[in-house]
């Protein structure tokens, strides 16, 4: 999906994953429909999220309200999500929000797809031994 406004949303769902890879400006002026977009591809599917970063050029306030809001509702209902191969601006702006500490971030979609197949720690469970 391209806006005319400076952003793409593109979308690709696997059996094991779906990768939501945006591309261009998440600002004021994209974030709404950007948003709509991503929650419809979560009410339509349970299975893990990558949102791929690595060709978003800008992001502000917006932008990252969307991604907290995206992953909240993913949260809901119990899909993991996480973040893939945002540049050095985005980076440093989830860095220095805090935002860095409230998801789990991959410097590459590779790295992503590699975490998310595995169990998350805490949350596997533990072979009984008898």
């Known amino acids: 999906m391209n806006l005319d406004i400076g952003a793409a949303l ?4 696997l059996p094991t994953h779906t990768i939501i890879s ?4 998440l600002d004021i002026a994209t974030t709404a429909e950007l948003r709509e977009r991503m929650l419809a591809l979560l009410d339509s ?9 690595s060709l978003v050029t800008f992001c502000d306030a917006a932008g990252l309200a969307m991604l907290v809001g995206v992953q909240r509702r993913a949260q809901l209902s119990a899909i993991r999500t996480c973040l893939a191969g945002p540049r ?10 805090g935002l860095d500490r409230g998801f789990t971030i ?14 998350k720690v805490g949350h596997a469970r533990l072979p009984t031994l008898v």
């Open 22 to 25: 945006l591309r261009g400006e």
């Open 45 to 53: 599917g349970d299975s893990p999220l990558i949102v791929d970063l």
């Open 106 to 119: 991959y410097p590459t979609l590779a790295s992503a797809v590699l975490g998310l197949s595995t169990p």
């Open 10 to 13: 593109s979308s690709h769902r």
């Open 88 to 97: 050095p601006q985005v980076s440093k702006l989830l860095r220095l929000t």
